[in-house]
Nanobody
Framework: QVQLVESGGGLVQAGGSLRLSCAAS????????MGWYRQAPGKQRELVAG???????NYADSVKGRFTISRDNAKNTVHLQMDVLKPEDTAVYYC??????????????WGQGTQVTVSS
């Protein structure tokens, strides 16, 4: 069974930094796209950043220049370095990965979410 487990959320002051991590475990054959999404109260879930298995990245306009996504293919992990955090970055952050496993067809998996709170 494939699982995504996130870590690294918390409370930080505006201008500060946090690093989120997500580890995929289970009978994994390969991971294509990995990404981070976020959902603030009363708002829809939105893509923050994504990265392909080849290292290609994409970012939401609101985080460009402040956030950096990276991955370790050997460890099946993805990270989100968040710098110059703003109060509007406050949300629950979710890890997402499109995984080819040995036990099911390729599909998207989601982590349980980690809270990021930025105080002004």
């Amino acid at each position: 069974q494939v699982q995504l487990v996130e870590s690294g959320g918390g409370l930080v002051q505006a201008g500060g930094s946090l690093r989120l991590s997500c580890a995929a475990s289970g009978t994994i054959f390969g991971i294509n796209y990995m990404g981070w999404y976020r959902q603030a109260p009363g708002k829809q879930r939105e893509l923050v950043a994504g990265i392909t298995s080849g290292g290609g990245t994409n970012y939401a306009d609101s985080v460009k220049g402040r956030f950096t996504i990276s991955r370790d293919n050997a460890k099946n992990t993805v990270h989100l370095q968040m710098d110059v955090l703003k109060p509007e970055d406050t949300a629950v952050y979710y890890c997402n990965a499109h995984i080819v496993s040995l036990s099911s067809l390729p599909r998207d998996y989601w982590g349980q979410g980690t809270q990021v709170t930025v105080s002004s």
